[in-house]
């Protein structure tokens, strides 16, 4: 068996897995200021490429159209989102507020330790990333991507962060286009400031009027509106299957529909009958694990072997990092499929710790976790075993009882 790449050279192989990830859906294609950070690569190339001299461009911002930078210090930054309280993809009302809580707040000065394998790619000069193109597609960024970055800039507030909810980018106007246009731009909203002020007089870069017809000047956008699979590249001359979200249809062994084809990551859809307590999304640490699986899957059909499902398909669970606080998403964390056959119990303490459990039927079926909880062994051996729960009611979420002591 053979593949052509584009340059007219031909492979032999025996088995092949495509493993090139998704796209940035980004809302202006081709303006040199609307950025899309999506992998390793990209964020190379706009810190490389797209700004020479980043750093400098960076400390001398003032505004910043950035959709999740708790991380950034010394810059204003505008967050419009279509929804009416953050992390819509991850939390409920309740967690995005407990969350948005911190974004008033002073940074804290300790950060989370974490002990996560890091890739890098030996050898790679900075100069040869100068000439990728906008195409160019790397490994997800994982949470840990801006580590050694200086993400400070020239003013001396800690982060100042103002939301627009419920609503999205209507028209992106580059200086001149806006001059002509004859609109106006509101200054980066306060507090406590004169409330008559109602023109931001500075010039900028780019200005961009949301649909909630309110317009802000920045320096530049950072797009973050999802992804779609990166298939485009292998649909040419070849019938693969496709999912409704456009991902190359995988089966339980991550096959695709052409003989010894393969597909793992976010360019592939789950075409299986999934565990009640799983569900794909495009995630780093889910692409890990399907690409592990898949070299599995693949070495057995070269020896001829059976393999069974991985372990890593039976309960959907992430740990990333909100706001510094470590975050953990378990099963159907915010009750998916389930319809209102369910219900929640929380447990919240003001900037320490918010537990959610979704139950049905007196079984543990998905739980959110922020802050140091040290519930996600329990949570995740109540869920897998779908242990009847019924009993102990509002009890299972008392702080008082020891859980991973009672259930151990």
Not at 210 to 217: A, D, H, M, P, S
């Amino acid at each position: 068996q053979c593949i052509v790449t584009g340059d007219g050279s031909q492979h032999v192989y025996k088995k092949l897995c495509l493993c090139a990830g998704a796209k940035p859906k980004l809302i202006c294609e081709g303006n040199p200021y609307v950025l899309g950070i999506r992998d390793t690569d990209s964020a190379q190339i706009i810190i490389i490429c797209k700004y020479r001299d980043f750093y400098s461009n960076f400390q001398n911002c003032s505004n910043f159209n950035i959709p999740f930078r708790y991380e950034i210090e010394g810059c204003e930054v505008i967050w419009a989102i279509k929804d009416k309280a953050i992390g819509n993809t991850f939390f409920d009302a309740g967690a995005a507020e407990f969350l948005t809580s911190k974004l008033t707040a002073e940074k804290p000065e300790a950060r989370i330790a974490h002990k996560r394998t890091r890739y890098t790619t030996e050898g790679r000069k900075k100069e040869t990333q100068t000439t990728a193109g906008a195409g160019n597609m790397g490994s997800a960024l994982g949470p840990d991507w801006h580590e050694g970055l200086n993400l400070k800039g020239t003013k001396e507030f800690s982060h100042k962060i103002h939301i627009e909810t419920m609503c999205e980018v209507k028209k992106i106007f580059l200086q001149e286009e806006f001059r002509i246009s004859k609109k106006k731009s509101l200054p980066f909203p306060r507090d406590h400031s004169d409330q008559s002020v109602t023109t931001d007089n500075e010039v900028w870069p780019v200005y961009v009027e949301l649909t909630n017809e309110k317009i802000y000047g920045c320096d530049f956008i950072v797009s973050a509106t999802g992804v779609t699979p990166n298939t485009e590249p292998f649909l040419c001359g070849n019938n693969f299957a496709l999912g409704e979200d456009g991902g190359l249809k995988v089966d339980a062994y991550m096959h695709t529909s052409l003989s010894d084809v393969y597909a793992a990551g976010d360019i592939c859809t789950a075409s299986w009958r999934p565990s009640p307590v799983w569900h794909q999304m495009r995630l780093w640490t889910q692409a890990r694990q399907m690409g592990w699986y898949a070299a599995k899957c693949m070495a057995a059909a070269s020896l001829g072997e059976s393999i069974d499902m991985d372990f890593s398909f039976e309960l959907f669970a992430h740990v990333t990092k909100f706001f510094n606080y470590k975050v953990v998403l378990l099963g159907k964390y915010n009750a998916q499929g389930l319809g209102s056959d369910h219900e929640l119990m929380l447990r919240c303490t003001k900037g320490h710790e918010y537990v959610k459990v979704v139950m049905q039927h007196g079984r543990m079926m998905g739980a959110v976790l922020i802050g140091e909880t040290d519930l996600e062994e329990t949570f995740e051996n109540l869920i897998l075993n779908q242990t009847d729960l019924s009993s102990y009611g509002e009890d299972l979420l008392d702080p008082n009882i020891d859980l991973e002591d009672y259930f151990d």
